[in-house]
């Protein structure tokens, strides 16, 4: 019976701890858009971790159809070779709309947690899912905010990577609606590497 106990609470913890998989800490957050599909998981090459990002976002349409964000890409460095500032960088699904805005930097560190702008449900009005993204730097906690768009609201701090930093993304995007409402990107999870 106490095997059984223990065997029911190890299955508790591990049904609280989702974003473990395949070894890569998940980061997440509740209040992503639901549009779309999920693209592929994109990684940094071995051994590189995300110091800066971009976004991919539409300015305003005025009475056109907007998207606001359309993609994130991530500046993969390798902290243990970087005499040339060389980078890679990784993006996952991206839409068709918009530029890419100036890179952000955490110098000298890493990208280790994250938080979405999203827009929400507008009924017969004229969605874009999500708008905007900030990340915390590994080591001071300081904060990056992307140059997205202003609509919706922020919604809570996903957790930190418990080590080291994000090497990884995947991106959920709605393919483009003809002549209906477009969203573009709607969510994303990250992935931590130690
Ligand atoms: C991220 O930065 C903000 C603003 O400085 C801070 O309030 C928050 O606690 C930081 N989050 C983490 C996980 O470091
Ligand atoms: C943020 O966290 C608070 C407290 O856990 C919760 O009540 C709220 O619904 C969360 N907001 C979002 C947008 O997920």
């Not at 990884?168 to 990250?190: H, I, K, S, Y």
């Amino acid at each position: 019976m106490r095997q059984l106990g223990l065997i029911i609470s190890h299955l508790f913890l591990l049904s609280w701890m989702p974003w473990v998989t395949g070894g890569n800490v998940q980061l997440t957050v509740g209040n992503g858009a639901e549009w779309g599909e999920w693209g592929q998981i994109d990684m940094c090459p071995e051994g590189h971790y995300a110091s800066g990002f971009s976004l991919k976002v539409e300015d305003s349409q005025g009475g056109g159809d907007d998207t606001a964000l359309n993609g994130i890409r991530l500046y993969c460095v390798d902290p243990n070779n970087n005499v040339n500032g060389d980078y890679a960088t990784v993006e996952s699904s991206v839409g068709r709309w918009g530029e890419w805005t100036p890179v952000k930097w955490c110098v000298s560190q890493f990208l280790a947690s994250f938080m979405l702008r999203v827009e929400p449900l507008q009924g017969w009005g004229d969605d874009t899912g999500a708008n905007n993204i900030k990340f915390n730097c590994s080591r001071s906690g300081a904060e990056l905010e992307g140059d997205g768009m202003e609509w919706g609201s922020w919604g809570n701090w996903s957790i930190k990577c418990p080590e080291d930093a994000i090497c990884g993304l995947q991106t959920l995007l709605e393919p483009p609606q003809g002549t209906g409402d477009d969203t573009a990107l709607n969510d994303v999870r990250f992935f931590c590497c130690n």
